[in-house]
């Protein structure tokens, strides 16, 4: 008699569950689809109970992207996923330990044209499997300034870092 141990596929080892995972990975496709076709690079933003697929051109640019800290990263077939440090999030997310990079992430802003803006998928998290749409494609109604989470931007980088990105 032979006993075969299986070790189940772990599709998803970033998030708490599997529901998230597969909301933020059809978040990319639906602004590749609807929004941006040529949109490669996303944050993905929990806030209380609200998940937000964002997509944006650069890292560290358009607010909330360069105020936020980041968990880590990680790769699809066709985009960058950085993922960010819940803001007191009603339910966990992201797992611990997790398979997230530390080290892929832009530390300084670079130079900004002006041309993007907030635009992503949103949903409301009732629990970790049940995520409910809120809004899709520009999402600035929802960035608006509020005065008490008001900071500075940053510094701008150091000349060696402006020299490297020539």
Do not use: W
């Not at 596929?9 to 978040?27: A, G, L, M, R, W």
């Not at 749409?133 to 999402?139: N, P």
């Amino acid at each position: 008699m032979l006993l075969y141990s299986c070790k189940e596929e772990v599709k998803n080892p970033y998030f708490t569950s599997d529901e998230i995972y597969d909301k933020v990975i059809e978040s990319t496709d639906i602004v590749h689809k609807e929004i941006s076709k040529k949109a490669s690079l996303f944050y993905v933003l929990n806030r209380y109970d609200t998940l937000i697929i964002l997509s944006v051109k650069y890292e560290n640019v358009i607010k909330p992207t360069f105020m936020i800290k980041k968990e880590g990263t990680f790769y699809t077939d066709s985009c960058k996923i950085i993922v960010t440090e819940p803001y007191y999030p009603k339910f966990q997310l992201i797992k611990t330990p997790n398979k997230l990079k530390q080290n892929d992430i832009e530390k300084y802003p670079l130079a900004y044209n002006g041309d993007d803006y907030q635009k992503g998928v949103m949903y409301k998290i009732k629990d970790v499997n049940h995520l409910e749409l809120i809004a899709k494609g520009d999402l600035r109604k929802y960035f608006y300034p509020i005065k008490e989470y008001e900071i500075p931007a940053p510094p701008p980088p150091p000349k060696e870092y402006l020299n490297k990105t020539e």
